[in-house]
């Protein structure tokens, strides 16, 4: 079992930067890989990035590449997602999940433990 604990959201301007932090228990953080989503008012929750068990592959969907950044430290349990150069568009609550095996992977059904999740609102 793992559980999840994301913090970091918060109402930011156009233009701006937040890191979101996902914060996981259990001695097996190292053996997941760990992936970001995010789900707007009326939408479904949708793929953000995702990272290897080794931190050494990533995967980002289209619209946040060259401004979002995920990182992990196995040693704090930890993953983060770095979200520069934001835009209206970002606002959603994001969630963290985790997934058995190691590899990344962009399908929400792929992934076996979710975070509560975290406001980011990005004002105009």
């Known amino acids: 079992q793992v559980t999840l604990v994301e913090s970091g959201g918060g109402l930011v301007q156009a233009g701006g930067s937040l890191r979101l932090s996902c914060a996981a228990s259990?001695?097996?953080?190292?053996?997941?890989?760990m992936g970001w989503f995010r789900q707007a008012p009326g939408k479904e929750r949708e793929f953000v990035a995702a990272i290897s068990f080794t931190g050494g592959s990533t995967e980002y969907t289209d619209s946040v590449k060259g401004r979002f950044t995920i990182s992990r430290d196995n040693a704090k349990n930890t993953v983060y997602l770095q979200m520069n150069s934001l835009k209206p568009e970002d606002t959603a609550v994001y969630y963290c999940?985790?997934?058995?095996?190691?590899?990344?992977?962009?399908?929400?059904?792929?992934?076996?433990?979710w975070g509560q999740g975290t406001q980011v609102t990005v004002s105009s």
């Open positions: 999940a985790a997934r058995r095996g190691g590899l990344v992977a962009v399908d929400r059904r792929s992934y076996d433990y």
């Open positions: 259990g001695r097996t953080f190292s053996s997941y890989a």
